[in-house]
């Protein structure tokens, strides 16, 4: 608190005077008797933030039930935010929090705009033993801050994160897709729509492109709920280059888009040819079902080099870890990317 009204003084030029309008960075807090009073910082101390996070994880091993916890970004004015990062400590039993500088919603760091080294890092002890799931570290900045579940692993007598914990429940499932899918059949069917049949299963269909999607990452999910519980680990591929990846799926959705337009031109409208036939474009004598073949092939080419620099992006990822960490965190860090990123 002395250094928080020595800030303050700073702010205000040494003393108030009357009929002066000053703004004071800061916001409402309660201290350990409930009573209210302002906290001179653009944040909460980290140490709030660490001391909740491990409240729930203890909380989570005692019941034994699913704690939840949303983690909220922090605002500035305009297109800013004040970054954190939260660090599970799993071999100590420590939470640590790190306040970090203000950066644009595009993640760039403004220079000069770190916290005050006594409002930077935060720490607290929980009392039960967990452990960090998700490979990734848990940075908050720009858009809303990401929902952790904690749930203990009676197997194993430790707290599990679970970063995102409705993605691995029933909406990210083929199962999900296909009822969905039944649900859709009379209503279309009511309302006289034709190819009810056609457009139930596309609908499923694109449901499931999404859970497969998925699958390529690092999260995975629970594929056949309630027939399986146990969320199957994602692929892993391309761990350093998530916004390729991300490019080349939508790429691949797009492409196979372009494809069926194209190829179902003729069935749509008769006078209306093909706009890419590459029969004529190459002048070879290729049937309808071959040429289609190769322009999806031709289309999908980005998406294919992608995946495959993505495949030999996770094989070196996986190396780097092996060469550069201690061994026994290396052990139990790959334990834990094994059972998220299907290595």
Known sequence: RYEDLRRLERVVGGELSVGVRVRVPGYMDFDAEGKPYWNVSDAPHPNYVAKLIAKAIDSAYETGKRVTVKILNIRMSGDLYRRFLVHYDSPNKRILVLMGPLVSTGGLPIDGTGVPPYRMIGEAKTKHPFKKVYPRPTVIDAFSGPEIGFI????????????????????????????????????????????????????MLGHWMHVIEDQMGLMGSVLFPPITKRRV??????????????????????????????????????????????????????????????????????????????????AKFIKLLKEQLPEKKREELLDEMEEVGGL
């Open 152 to 203: 203990k692993n009676p197997e194993e007598g430790v707290v599990e994160e679970e970063f995102i914990p409705w993605h691995r429940g029933f909406t990210h499932s083929f199962t999900a897709g296909f009822l969905f899918s039944l649900f859709l059949i009379p209503i279309l069917f009511l309302i006289g729509y034709e190819n009810y049949l056609y457009l139930a299963l596309a609908a």
């Open 233 to 314: 680990p994602g692929l892993m591929i391309g761990p350093r280059i998530p916004a390729a990846m991300n490019f080349a799926t939508n790429w691949a959705m797009i492409s196979i888009i372009v494809w069926n337009i194209n190829r179902n031109l003729p069935l749509i409208s008769p006078d209306f040819p093909k706009i890419i036939d590459l029969a004529k474009i190459t002048g070879l004598p290729l049937t309808d079902m071959i040429a289609d073949f190769m322009l999806l092939i031709i289309l999908l080419v980005p998406t294919i080099f992608i995946y495959a620099l993505g495949l030999m992006d996770r």
